[in-house]
């Protein structure tokens, strides 16, 4: 009798696992189920293009129609990395995907009212500026949504506020699909850190070199999804075409400005938060102070000439010296200017302004006409030298370093301390700019 017991208890026990296993195999499918739904979406578009990366500069892989289930695998720059039917693996447009009349023939053409109007990355007032466009110009609206129009912008996507734009019935017809573009390119960029490139055209072989964000390389060829290029160490790899932005130039930069009015200035008020800069003699006046003071000034008067400018720091933080280039050189910016004053290791042993530069070709013609304007100020010029900073030497577009003066020079001091002088030399590098520009 007891045995029998023992049998039905372990049947019952048996029993019991077998419903438990099934109600977590059919809770893990459930939650299987509602996982890859929550990754999928429905094209409402009429028809959609899928392209090999992420930008409209891609070539177009294949086109989806309204209805159609894309798999999202993950997202990059407002693009969709999703895969279709057969495995292929393609980049879509997210801000498309929901937009009934996402055809190519429904873009419409804008005007862009004043000069200078900011393009940015999203739409708000302080999202990063992507560049500008200068008045009149056209541009072709893809979307329209809380008063921002999202417009085509150097092989991307911006926004710009719809006061800002003359939004007309025009067609426009600028979207094309040049599956020859590739024999066009001179040079690929990079848009990520620690971007692979292989001894081969395949994610498999060996990696030859990881490259930074924003590091432009030569176009050799195409093979499959990669495109080959050379290093600057004289070797050659590949590397994945939907990884890097493309250019019909050797260097991927805009038309340099004719006039301030068309330029974009970054300026960098050197030092920062822990970073304090030089030391007065009283211990007790910072760099980084005077720094910012003098950039706010010299933005102030920029902006009212029209020029679009953007400040590396626009309070007291830690900002690394590192990403202060990559600023300018993400912005394509026609000058960057970092401002600074000096200090030597015995007291009033220097005195006076000058201007460092690290490229004789690229920097040196702004480094004079700055400097030329410095003779008025009340510290003696020093004249233009070379300088390795990093922040220059980093950097790809035309760059100077400017120290304003000796802060433990008693005389220096001064003048550094002064509002007055401050504005002084904005005024000069204002100036200084002017004539650069001509």
Known sequence: MELRRSHIRKKNHQRFLYIAITILVACSCISTLAAAQANQVVVKANFLNVRLGPSLSYETLTRVKRGQTLTILSEKNQWYQVRLAGDKIGWVASWLINNDDANTSSNTVGVIKA????????PHRNAEVLGTLSQLQKVNIVYTQNNWSQILFNNTVG???????????????????????????????????NTKIFARP?????????????TTLPYLGKEGDFYKVKLNSG?????????????SSKHAVKSAATKLSEATIVLDPGHGGSDTGALANNQKQYEKNYTLDTARRLKKLLEQAGANVILTRSNDQDVDLASRARIANKLNADAFISLHFDSTSEKTKASGITTYYYSDKKDQPLAQSLQKQFQHLPLPSRGVRFGDFEVTRENEQPAVLIEAGYINNKKDHKQITSAVYRQQ???????GLINYFK
């Open 159 to 193: 926004w710009i506020p719809n006061s800002e734009l003359i939004i007309t019935d025009k067609v426009a017809h600028n979207i094309t699909n040049n599956r020859n573009q590739n024999l066009n390119i001179r040079s690929v960029t990079t848009l990520q850190n």
């Open 235 to 247: 070797e050659t790899g590949y590397i994945a075409s939907w990884l890097v932005s493309i250019s």
């Open 115 to 122: 000069a200078n109007t900011n393009v940015q990355k999203y």
């Open 202 to 214: 395949n994610p498999q072989s060996h990696i030859v070199a990881h490259i930074t964000d924003q």
């Open 425 to 431: 030399l904005a005024n000069s590098i204002l100036q």
